[in-house]
């Protein structure tokens, strides 16, 4: 049967979209070929914040410790934990799904074999159907990326969807990659009992955030006894005998229990053959869409497959502004502004907007005001008292903010809202902040000598 919108996906971009659709009357089928929710729900955002919510009060007690006000020890039952999540996760697909047939959408399962400019092929079971439709949304997210030798085998070798189904805590982890995922994945594991052995080819941890930022994870990371070793080039990376074996180009040698792959994500794009309707694919399958978030005349491309920002929060706005604009209800370009983005765990980042290093190469006016997270009076609270709040300025507006330290993630969507409204000194001046909280660490910094 005839639909208006087909929609490809069912992670944050294409259940998001299926359900805007369906509020507005849209006939909408949406396509999953094995769990909704997509990898932010499945293996990703979702059971790493159970991992790490799981390790949150070991965190706490390390403060308290610190500050010699208590003592103890806290027991992890990572059985127990990974059938909780377990049971999550079901839970959710199921009121995913019944959320999706309440609306009125459509929801075939099955994989997309072939895309076509007004109908697709499904194999559904074992048969290919054909689905008709106006327009269609793709929403195929990613996977994690494996790299010639740097390949995970599911035994000693695993990727980040591997190790979150780990029953037994290994002894000792070796993570290849310091983006977000390796270093969320690698405090939950050092909290739970695993001797951390973190290899990053670029110079510097998190090397896409602020260096300063950087610098104070990698302090943060030495202090819990982390092995850190920075712009180095992996030669070999084999399962021997059961435990991974990394050698390095110059000739350094590690052993572990597991080694966890977080070396980036790659776009799920393959045999779709989104070139016969005119499609532009670059690089690794990264599809290439316009100022409307189409990558030809009648298919939208949104999400971690377009390769524009690999983040579920960017995903599900860009899916759902497919749906507006396919309704009538705009024609502009698809303009997001500041899209923040974290990273959790003890310590925590985050960012939205300009980083001081790209305002400075846009030839920005550019200020720089800060406060250390050692004077806000929550974190004292807490034990944890490392890491800092910086705000750029350029041309006498904030245009970003970024952070690193205890509950930091907390700050991002009121950090948004400051940085897409462009506000002055003048205007943070007369906002008042609530008191005691960890927003006053964003107060200081706003209000802060700028130079």
Not at 123 to 138: A, H, M, N, S, W
Not at 252 to 263: I, N, T, W
Not at 301 to 326: M, P
Request: charged share 20%; aromatic share 4%.
């Amino acid at each position: 049967m005839p639909s208006d919108l087909f929609i490809v996906g069912g992670g944050p971009a294409g259940y998001d979209a299926a359900m805007a659709a369906a509020k507005r009357g849209i006939k909408t089928t949406l396509v999953e070929k094995e769990h909704l929710g997509g990898s932010c729900l499945n293996w990703g955002c979702i059971p790493t914040k159970f991992l790490l919510g799981a390790v949150a009060s070991l965190a706490e007690l390390e403060g308290q410790v610190k500050m010699k006000t208590a003592s103890g020890q806290i027991q992890l039952d990572l059985p127990a934990l990974v059938d909780r999540k377990k049971r999550h996760l079901e839970a959710t697909r199921k009121a995913m799904a019944a959320a999706l047939d309440k609306a009125g959408v459509q929801l075939v399962r099955g994989e997309l074999k072939m895309i076509g400019a007004v109908k697709s092929v499904v194999t559904v079971g074992d048969e290919p159907q054909v689905f008709e439709y106006k327009r269609c949304i793709l929403a195929t997210g990613s996977r994690p990326a494996a790299h010639p030798g740097l390949k995970a085998d599911h035994d000693a070798i695993l990727n980040s969807g591997d190790i979150l189904s780990l029953r037994e805590v290994p002894k000792s982890l070796l993570v290849v990659g310091a983006g977000f995922i390796g270093l969320e994945l690698a405090q939950f594991f050092s909290r739970a009992g695993s001797a951390i052995t973190l290899v990053e080819a670029a110079p510097r941890i998190a090397p896409s955030e602020d260096e300063e930022v950087s610098k104070a994870l990698h302090q943060s990371f030495k202090r819990m006894g982390w092995d850190i070793h920075t712009g180095v080039r992996i030669a070999a990376l084999e399962n021997a005998a059961g435990r991974a074996r990394l050698v390095l180009e110059d000739g350094r040698e590690f052993g572990a229990d597991k080694c966890l792959l977080a070396v980036g994500r790659l776009p799920n794009s393959r045999n779709l053959m989104l070139e016969m309707l005119g499609a532009e694919v670059k690089g690794a399958g990264w599809v290439h869409t316009d100022e409307h978030l189409m990558a030809s005349p009648t298919v939208y491309c949104v999400g971690d497959v377009n390769g524009r920002t690999l983040l579920a929060h960017a995903a599900s706005s860009q899916g759902e502004w497919a749906v507006r604009h396919f309704a009538g209800e705009l024609s502009d370009p698809y303009e997001p502004g500041p899209i923040p983005g974290c990273m959790y765990g003890a310590p925590e980042t985050m960012r939205v907007g300009i980083m001081e290093a790209q305002a400075r190469e846009e030839g920005m006016d550019v200020k720089i005001s800060r406060s250390q997270m050692v004077a806000n009076p929550i974190a004292q609270a807490h034990g944890a008292t490392g890491g800092l709040v910086k705000c750029v300025w350029g041309e006498g507006r904030l245009v970003g903010v970024t952070a690193v330290g205890h509950g930091v993630a907390s700050l991002a969507t009121l950090g948004t809202v400051l940085v897409s409204q462009g506000w002055t000194h003048k205007q943070c001046e007369e906002f008042i902040f609530p008191h005691p909280t960890l927003d006053e660490a964003l107060k200081a910094a706003l209000l802060g000598p700028a130079a």
